[in-house]
Antibody, heavy 118, light 108 residues
Framework: QVQLVQSGAEVKKPGASVKVSCKTS????????MHWVRQAPGQGLEWMGR????????NYAQKFQGRVTMTRDTSISTAYMELSSLRSDDTAMYYC???????????WGQGTLVTVSS | EIVLTQSPGTLSLSPGERATLSCRAS???????LAWYQHKPGQAPRLLIY???SRATGIPDRFSGSGSGTDFTLTISRLEPEDFAVYYC?????????FGGGTKVEIK
């Protein structure tokens, strides 16, 4: 069965960076895109971008261009999302979500809470 | 960017009643690439509907989706106690992918 296990909660200061991992199992890691979606407290869902684990190709939402970096390690079937220059409004739950060539999301990671506070 | 507007913001209904949720897009959604998710506190979102009207695996048939172009609807024919949650629509026909702001279905 598909499993997506994300790294634990993080507390960061404004201006710092955070790197969240998503270890996958139960499917062919390189056969599916990996997206990152976040939800700030009391807010809706927000798509950040996606990576093609097969070749590393990325597509980021314009809002996050220059601040987000999505990478992967195919040897351990793990995807990463790094967000830099953190601000208080980056406080959110971050989810990794794989998809096929049509970008709807059957499976979700358990989420990683990132808190940005001085 | 396609903006999705969901209405109403909150729907207060009793178990057994019918729920009708709306999702309106600022421009036509390509190939009816519209999905619906259910989200409960402390859990990850759950896919209900994709491709406007196809139910995801394991989703009961009381959930149905319809629509085209810019207007889409999620209908829950008879609310069960476990259906009270927040529902989001998502378009995946064009980049960036976008979600609606959500409709909360609460117990009246």
């Amino acid at each position: 069965q598909v499993q997506l296990v994300q790294s634990g909660a993080e507390v960061k200061k404004p201006g710092a960076s955070v790197k969240v991992s998503c270890k996958t199992s139960g499917y062919t890691f390189t056969g599916y895109y990996m997206h990152w979606v976040r939800q700030a407290p009391g807010q809706g869902l927000e798509w950040m971008g996606r990576i093609n684990p097969n070749n590393g190709d990325t597509n980021y939402a314009q809002k996050f261009q220059g601040r987000v970096t999505m990478t992967r390690d195919t040897s351990i079937s793990t995807a990463y999302m790094e967000l830099s220059s953190l601000r208080s409004d980056d406080t959110a739950m971050y989810y990794c979500v794989p998809s096929g060539t049509t970008y709807y999301f059957d499976y979700w990671g358990q989420g990683t809470l990132v808190t940005v506070s001085s | 960017e396609i903006v999705l507007t969901q209405s109403p913001g909150t729907l207060s209904l009793s178990p057994g009643e019918r729920a009708t949720l709306s999702c309106r897009a600022s421009q036509s959604v390509s190939s009816s690439y519209l999905a619906w998710y259910q989200h409960k506190p402390g859990q990850a979102p759950r896919l209900l509907i994709y491709g406007t009207s196809s139910r995801a695996t394991g989703i009961p048939d009381r959930f149905s989706g319809s629509g085209s172009g810019t207007d889409f609807t999620l209908t829950i024919s008879r609310l069960e106690p476990e259906d009270f949650a927040v529902y989001y629509c998502q378009q995946y026909g064009s980049s960036p992918l976008t979600f609606g702001g959500g409709t909360k279905v609460e117990i009246k």
